[in-house]
């Protein structure tokens, strides 16, 4: 089988393209820099040159392809201009899927993110509490637009569209990506980095191993029922308990304090209007303390139950990642 996936070279795409080339498939990824994407991918993927913005590049590299991938997408980060989320996650998720279908793909595996959901503050959620109103960052409104338009190109043109919503990603992936989990949060807390991490974010998130991940994605593939969503997420930790848990992995390292909330939110206000300024991302991005205070606990009992996904622990994830660091 031949598949496309789009964002080979982030964590999510990457655990797919391994995934699918492990169990055997055909693969071709999507890559603004081929040179780049195989220097991070594995050996026998094909690198085809286009990007979501692009039309024409996505029509080409989704020919003949069964099945499509999409894995890109800008994460809660920090833009000078902030509409670029809609023009990459929205409008780019809706061209792959009309690509798609005019390729006459069998089915699109759409990724978009817990965030589409509604929860209040600290509780749980599942697949049946979709948000009905516009969410509070350009980057969870993106993804919100994202999902309408790839559902409305599916009712439009026939082919099929399914959602794995992921909590956030960590484990595994290209590269040293200096805001993932791994490297901006446990590496220096294992290597006692005080200053880099002086003390811990307020609230706390979902999780889900990126090569557990990559494998429900694979999945809603085979066993997804079109037009519906899939959780995945391994489990819900605080900051502090992630900090508790790298640490007594490592067997080294230290645990900073919780900062507070209103310290916070001051250091993320305060950090965005320097950045407008310098126009560099800020320490914390307001974006990522929204998402981080929501502390919210998704539920994955749909995808287990229907898809026949198993969860990582989060002890035994979060001890490998630990032990990948060195």
């Not at 993927?45 to 996505?58: I, K, L, M, Q």
């Not at 993110?113 to 948000?131: C, K, N």
């Not at 407008?276 to 800020?282: F, N, T």
Request: aromatic share 4%; with cysteine.
């Amino acid at each position: 089988m031949r598949a496309l996936v789009t964002g080979a070279t982030g964590k999510v795409g990457h655990g797919v393209a391994r995934a699918l080339v492990e169990r055997g498939d055909e693969v071709r990824v999507l890559a603004r820099d081929p040179g780049v994407a195989s220097s991070l991918l594995p050996p026998g993927v094909e690198p085809v040159r286009g990007d979501v913005t692009d039309p024409a590049s996505v029509e080409r590299a989704v020919a003949g392809c069964e099945l499509v991938f999409n894995g890109m997408g800008l994460p809660e980060q920090w833009f000078a201009d902030a509409d670029i989320f809609d023009r990459v996650n929205a409008r780019g998720t809706e061209t792959v899927v009309r690509a798609a279908a005019a390729a006459r793909a069998r089915r699109v595996v759409h990724t978009s993110t817990i965030d589409v959901f509604h929860a209040e503050r600290g509780g749980a959620f599942d697949e049946s509490e979709v948000a009905g109103y516009p969410k509070g960052t350009a980057y969870e409104r993106s993804k919100q637009r994202a999902e309408q338009l790839a559902l409305a190109a599916a009712g439009e043109t026939g082919v099929e569209v399914v959602i794995v919503n992921p909590a956030a990603v960590y484990g595994p992936g290209p590269g040293r990506d200096a805001t993932s989990l791994e490297e901006g949060l446990l590496r220096p807390l294992v290597e006692g980095k005080r200053s880099a991490v002086p003390l811990l974010p307020p609230g706390g998130m979902g999780l889900v191993y990126s090569t557990g991940m990559a494998t429900g994605q694979l999945l809603a593939a085979e066993r997804g029922v079109p037009g519906e969503r899939y959780i995945l997420c391994d489990g819900h930790m605080s900051f502090r308990e992630i900090a508790d848990t790298a640490v007594r992995a490592a067997g080294r390292g230290r645990v900073p304090a919780v900062m507070p909330v209103p310290v916070a939110k001051a250091i993320a206000a305060g950090g965005e209007a320097v950045s407008r300024v310098v126009r560099r991302p800020p320490l914390l991005p307001r974006g990522q303390l929204h998402f981080f205070l929501w502390d919210a606990r998704p539920q994955s009992a749909k995808a287990q139950r229907e898809l026949g996904w198993v969860p990582t622990p989060l002890e035994e994830g979060l001890a490998a990642v630990v032990a990948g660091l060195g």
